[in-house]
């Protein structure tokens, strides 16, 4: 069965530092999708970042990226320069092979904090 | 942009009563999804649908059901409303990737 874990309940960071948030997943499928949310206080679900399977390079959009590990199976984000607005929690998840209805799995979540 | 749209920010039923939760999306995509989100269980899915009348059973479908009769919008139904129904609800649309919805606080009292 699929598996997404997110192992931090809650994260600390200065404003402007980086920050990694953890993720792993577990899977037998050689195809899958790695995805990351952000839900502010308000409540809606960004969507940040994806990777495939089978990237050859792991995947960035603007400050964050994706520290993608296929042997360990981690995929975790990556935020660089924090900022107070990064303040949120953020989900990762995971897509299964494609069946054509592109069905997710989400981990628990991380709390990121950021303090000025 | 990618809009999808819920109903309702906040609302509060009463136990038994019938609620609807509407989402409607216009980026014409197939796949459709509900959620309900609570505290340390992220996101769990309760029903999706691929295609105008088409649904199949997430992985807590009990208490809900759904309705797609247009391919912009569906519909989470709960029959008879109960406390332990108290909520987040997100909806999402997708073809390859999900987008959301700003989401439903359901409040069963």
């Known amino acids: 069965a699929q598996k997404i874990t997110q192992t931090q309940p809650g994260m600390f960071v200065q404003e402007k530092e980086a920050v990694t948030l953890d993720c792993t997943y577990d899977t037998s499928d050689p195809s899958y999708g790695l995805f990351w949310y952000k839900q502010p206080s308000s409540g809606e679900m960004i969507f940040l970042i994806y990777?495939?399977?089978?990237?050859?390079q792991n995947a960035t959009e603007g400050r964050y990226s994706l520290n993608f590990q296929k042997a360990r199976k981690s995929a975790n984000l990556v935020i660089s320069a924090s900022q107070l607005g990064d303040s949120a929690m953020y989900f990762c998840?995971?897509?299964?092979?494609?069946?054509?209805?592109?069905?997710?799995?989400f981990g628990a979540g991380t709390r990121l904090a950021v303090h000025p | 942009d990618v809009k999808v749209t819920q109903s309702s920010r906040y609302l509060v039923k009463r136990t038994g009563e019938k609620v609807f939760l509407e989402c409607v999306q216009d980026?014409?995509?197939?796949?459709m999804f509900w959620y309900r989100q609570d505290p340390g269980l992220g996101l769990r899915l309760i029903y999706f649908?691929?295609?105008?009348?088409?649904?199949e059973k997430g992985d807590i479908p009990e208490g809900y059901s759904v309705s797609r009769e247009k391919k912009e919008r569906f519909s989470l139904i709960l029959e008879s409303a109960s406390t332990n129904q108290t909520s987040m609800y997100l909806c999402?649309?997708?073809?390859?990737?999900?987008?959301f919805g700003p989401g439903t606080r359901l409040l069963v009292l």
């Open positions: 990777q495939g399977s089978y990237d050859q």
């Open positions: 999402a649309s997708s073809r390859e990737t999900q987008y």
């Open positions: 649908s691929y295609d105008v009348k088409m649904k």
């Open positions: 980026m014409d995509h197939e796949n």
């Open positions: 998840a995971m897509r299964g092979p494609f069946d054509g209805y592109n069905k997710l799995i």
